[in-house]
């Protein structure tokens, strides 16, 4: 990747955090779980700016779209900044978010432009991108469906079995992407949970790939892979908590809780 193009991705993650932090604050900070938000904001920045995700964002629901599936809904607040950048929906709508009778909650809703899940419950996304892929073969559609899950998350038996499923119905059009920051709720994994996880789902015949969730370089180099076979995609993408603001690097504090005033103030200083 040239410098143009890496800088180009640089600041845009530098103005998605700043804008993720400013939404938070806005709302008081409820349901922004800023930890897991901050740990794939260079992942999405990646896929949408680069247009690695074919979509029309002025046609939402245009037949040929990628889809995007978002399993950690509580990501939401990145992905609303990126779909009103893109166009999706006017930006004036952001203003209203955490405000009573807002459209843009807490959680993705498929009535939001950009949106192709109702998100809440964990485990349930890559099966739903399992049936999107297999209706896409029997109707000899070509686009692919990204799922974005978070490392935590792969505790659900309902992954796994979704994951067993992708493979034997060869669903190729199928990316998992596996946001690895080491810190659910409760639980801390250690420095080798990318290699068991990629072993994983090795043995389910997937093709994986790890990447470092914050190199631009390394994520061009895996999503423009071209596999020569029927299985589908895991890309383990490590990742930091909190990435891009100090006292939230790597704190688990930071999964749910909500900021004071005066940590809003730092946060955002970083961001001067």
């Not at 779980?33 to 740990?39: K, R």
């Not at 166009?87 to 203003?95: A, L, P, Q, V």
């Not at 004071?260 to 946060?267: G, I, T």
Request: charged share 25%; hydrophobic share 35%.
């Amino acid at each position: 990747m040239n410098t143009k193009k890496r800088n180009f991705f640089k600041k845009k993650s530098f103005w998605l955090r700043k804008s993720i932090l400013m939404s938070a604050k806005q709302s008081g900070g409820r349901g922004s779980h800023l930890g897991g938000t901050m740990s794939c904001v260079d992942i999405l920045n990646y896929l949408y700016f680069d247009k690695i995700i074919k979509f029309n964002s002025k046609k939402p629901k245009w037949p040929m779209r990628d889809r995007v599936l978002i399993g950690k809904g509580h990501a939401h607040l990145a992905l609303y900044h990126i779909w009103s950048s893109l166009g999706f929906f006017n930006k004036k709508k952001i203003s209203e978010y955490g405000k009573n009778g807002a459209s843009l909650g807490v959680q993705l809703d498929i009535s939001t432009p950009g949106s192709e899940y109702n998100t809440g419950s964990l485990g349930h996304v890559i099966g739903i991108g399992v049936g999107i892929g297999l209706k896409s073969k029997i109707d000899k559609n070509k686009f692919k469906i990204y799922c974005l899950v978070g490392d935590g998350e792969c505790e659900s038996g309902s992954i796994w079995e979704s994951v067993l499923s992708a493979s034997r119905l060869k669903i190729n059009n199928l990316v998992v992407i596996v946001d690895m920051n080491r810190l659910s709720e409760f639980q801390i994994l250690d420095s080798k949970s990318d290699l068991e996880l990629k072993k994983k789902f090795k043995s389910y015949n997937w093709n994986v790939e790890i990447v470092n969730g914050h190199s631009f370089d390394d994520m061009e180099k895996v999503f423009k892979k071209k596999y020569h076979n029927n299985f589908p995609t895991a890309i383990i993408a490590n990742t930091i908590k909190g990435k891009g603001v100090s006292f939230m690097e790597n704190n688990v504090d930071w999964h749910h809780k909500a900021p004071n005033p005066q940590e809003f103030r730092k946060a955002l200083s970083e961001y001067e």
